[in-house]
């Protein structure tokens, strides 16, 4: 059971905007910074949002990510077939001292 | 460019151990919090263990305490993790990450 809650699955079609989600809580993401992550089959996970909103250099500004309260939201807008991965968030939590992640959300592209 | 290289993963038996190594390259290395996670076959995304920059902030996750040391060489840009009494269900590939960077991962098997 992660600390983190993800939807497991998410799909969309070309061209489409979709946004998904993670829920935390007070001891994580409404009080420190909240990470997302994108993973494609047998290959290491990518950092595509850092502290809440930043982008690592090289990641299209098609993806966006916010955070409100114990929740936080990534955003691909412009949804093409390569971004058919998993994604994961995470944040650190101040009561286990360490990073917590959610499940992950599978994204399928239709 | 800013690079995180995992080694020292392989096969090791149960209650052995396995000393994992970050070599990092690009960065100011002690100017960042290290950590390592880990991912089971077919599982999500779990933290192992931080370390901070100047090594004197440790912690680790209920399911490696006690068994992992994490540590650091600042001199040589290295971040390591110790691994002892290594149990089945250790079996994952770890990576070394900071808030920014993530390395490819290094895997490790623990079966007799």
């Known amino acids: 059971q992660s600390v983190l809650t993800q939807t497991p699955s998410a799909s969309g079609t070309p061209g489409q905007t979709i946004t998904m989600s993670c829920s935390g809580s007070?001891?994580?993401?409404?009080?420190?910074?909240v990470f997302w992550c994108q993973q494609f089959p047998g290959a290491a996970p990518k950092l595509l949002i850092y502290?809440?909103?930043q982008r690592p250099s090289g990641v299209p500004d098609r993806f966006s990510a916010s955070k409100s309260g114990t929740s936080a939201s990534l955003a691909i807008s412009g949804l093409r077939s390569e971004d058919e991965a998993d994604y994961y968030c995470a944040a650190w939590d101040d009561n286990l001292r360490g990073w917590v992640f959610g499940g992950g959300t599978k994204l399928t592209v239709l | 460019e800013a690079q995180l290289v995992e080694s020292g993963g392989g096969l090791a038996k149960p209650g052995g151990s396995l000393r994992l190594s970050c070599a990092a390259t690009?960065?100011?290395?002690?100017?960042?919090?290290m950590n390592w996670v880990r991912q089971a076959p077919g599982q999500g995304l779990e933290w192992v263990s931080t370390i901070n920059g100047g090594g004197d902030y440790l912690s680790y996750a209920d399911s490696v305490k006690g068994r992992f040391t994490i540590s650091r060489d600042n001199a040589k840009n290295s971040l390591y993790l110790q691994m002892n009494s290594l149990r089945a269900d250790d079996t994952a590939v770890y990576y070394c990450a900071t808030e920014v960077h993530w390395g490819h991962g290094t895997a490790v098997t623990i079966s007799s």
């Open positions: 007070s001891s994580n993401i409404e009080k420190n910074y």
């Open positions: 502290r809440n909103t």
């Open positions: 690009g960065i100011t290395f002690r100017s960042f919090t």
